[in-house]
Each structure stands twice: as C-alpha cells, then as structure tokens.
C-alpha cells in the first residue's frame, strides 16, 4: 500500500483533486473497487486491497462480478467487521451491449456508478479496477475522478489495452503484464505481491539470513499450491531438471500438487502438462484437488 501510494504521487499526470504531502494519499476517499472475483472468494489480492485501503480510513465499494440470482438489481452489504467496507452485488446489465457502440457502454456504466453513490450518499474519488472486462473503459467516469487500472491476473486478456489507455496510472503485478500495458501508457509501473501480517519464527530467520537449510534424511516432501498452468509448468520443469543430478533413491521427491478446483477446465490442463513434464521414475505425483468455499454472512 506503501508503495502504491508513492507510485501516485510521483507520477507525472496532475492529481484530479487536492492533495497535501503531510497527509497519506489513500485518506478519507471514496473508493469504487472493481474485482474479477466475488467477495465470498478465497481472499485475494483485491479483498486484501479493499480491506487495507477500508483500515486507512477510505470508504470503499467493492464490487462483485454480475450475478443473476439476487433480491434486487443492485443489493449493497456492509462487511462485518471492516468499518466503511461494503460489497456491491448486481444483476447483468443486459445481453448483447458487448455489441453496441461503447459510447452507449459508458452511458450504462455511468448510471451505475451514479446510483451506487445515491444509496452511499457519496461522491466516489477514485476506480481502482482490477480487471479488463467490465468498467475497462474509464471514460465512463469524468475526469475529476482518479482513474487506476491493477492488472494483477494473467488471464485478463479481454481489453487491457483500453484500460492502460484510458487510465491516469496503471499497476502491474509482474514485468510480462506491465511490457503488455505500458506502450498504451507512460505512466505504469510494477507492484509485486507482497505480505501484511505475521512471520512464523522460521520465515524471520530466512528473513534476516539466519535460517541453517538441512538436507532431509528421506526424499523430499514437496507441495505446490495453484491455478495457473504456466506458473505449475516453470514448477514441474525445474523440479524436473533437479532430479537429474543423480540423486540417490532416497532422496527422490514426492510432490503434491494442491490444485484449485474452482477452475475445471485449467485444473485439467495443469494435471496433463505436470504428467508429461515430470518423469514418472524420478518423481513420485500426488495430485489434491481444493475447493475454496466461503458462506457470505
């Protein structure tokens, strides 16, 4: 969060509303989060964003993806225990808009936005949005308002270019996403992943270089955690070329990969590229299928 907020002051765009350097950039503003991933998801880089952001005394809307299956055409909850943090539910637009001139998208997603801050009796500051498929095109808003665009997913691939360009400032989570969206704008930069909250006594001392690394006595015990094929594919393929270095029988590893399951399609795909990437001699493969479920409350 640190880091974002410099990122903001120090780039070259002028700043849409008045801003003093004693006071933190993401203070008393009204923030509209757009998330490619509902709230009652596993907890991810947007939740955790949204509750930061709730903790430094914003007032955020977090907005979920369309859903067909509610009460109203836009139904607002306060989230329990994040003071001034509240999720933002709502029925689809319509079909076939994606075929419409986008002046006509814009005018939709204006009015949206203008009956969100009617119910919030607020004026929103800033779009935080993290995805490309809905809300991508930020003339939708007016100028005064500050405009950021988080690619943080691979897999946004829908209309990143029109969200770099239309953006004030665009955050990318790695080298390969920001090469894809700074030629459509100067200002972007790179903001990795990072950490907020305890270290176990073991991380610590890897910290701070103290930890003694020893050799299990077994083989290894490995476990590889998510989604995404090519990140399990760069995982599979090194773990590959370390069991080529002649290492005794003992010392071969059994690797278990917990794959999210929430995704069917790609789960599939990443069990088929681990299987053929790793030899079934060297390497023993336990596959654990996870499924992420959270209640809404």
Not at 26 to 48: A, G, N, R
Not at 49 to 58: E, F, S
Not at 88 to 105: C, D, I, W
């Given at each position: 969060?640190?880091?974002?907020?410099?990122?903001?002051?120090?780039?070259?765009?002028?700043?849409?509303?008045?801003?003093?350097?004693?006071?933190?950039?993401?203070?008393?503003?009204?923030?509209?989060?757009?998330?490619?991933?509902?709230?009652?998801?596993?907890?991810?880089?947007?939740?955790?964003?949204?509750?930061?952001?709730?903790?430094?005394?914003?007032?955020?809307?977090?907005?979920?993806?369309?859903?067909?299956?509610?009460?109203?055409?836009?139904?607002?909850?306060?989230?329990?225990?994040?003071?001034?943090?509240?999720?933002?539910?709502?029925?689809?637009?319509?079909?076939?808009?994606?075929?419409?001139?986008?002046?006509?998208?814009?005018?939709?997603?204006?009015?949206?936005?203008?009956?969100?801050?009617k119910r919030i009796n607020l004026n929103f500051d800033v779009i935080l949005n993290f995805e490309n498929s809905r809300f991508y095109d930020f003339h939708f808003v007016s100028p005064e308002v500050l405009k950021i665009y988080f690619q943080v997913d691979q897999n946004q691939d829908f209309h990143p270019e029109i969200a770099a360009r239309t953006a004030d400032i665009v955050f990318a989570i790695n080298d390969e996403i920001l090469g894809i969206v700074k030629p459509f704008n100067e200002n972007s930069f790179k903001i990795s992943h990072s950490f907020q909250g305890n270290l176990s006594e073991q991380a610590q001392q890897i910290l701070e270089g103290k930890y003694i690394y020893t050799k299990a006595a077994d083989r290894l015990q490995v476990m590889y955690v998510g989604n995404h094929e090519d990140y399990g594919k760069i995982f599979a393929e090194t773990l590959n070329n370390l069991e080529q270095l002649n290492c005794p029988e003992k010392m071969k590893a059994r690797i278990t990969f917990a794959l999210d399951c929430t995704y069917p399609r790609q789960l599939d795909k990443i069990d088929e590229l681990i299987r053929k990437t790793i030899s079934k001699k060297t390497i023993e493969i336990i596959f654990c299928k996870l499924r992420y479920e959270k209640k809404r409350k």
């Open positions: 969060m640190y880091l974002l907020e410099k990122l903001v002051i120090k780039s070259n765009f002028s700043l849409p509303f008045n801003y003093r350097m004693e006071q933190s950039f993401f203070d008393c503003k009204t923030i509209f989060l757009i998330s490619p991933e509902p709230w009652d998801y596993i907890s991810v880089s947007k939740h955790h964003y949204a509750i930061a952001l709730a903790k430094k005394g914003n007032t955020v809307c977090f907005i979920n993806p369309p859903v067909k299956r509610i009460a109203e055409s836009i139904v607002i909850e306060e989230v329990v225990g994040v003071k001034d943090l509240f999720v933002v539910s709502y029925k689809p637009f319509a079909t076939g808009l994606r075929f419409l001139p986008r002046y006509f998208m814009n005018l939709i997603e204006r009015k949206f936005l203008k009956k969100i801050e």
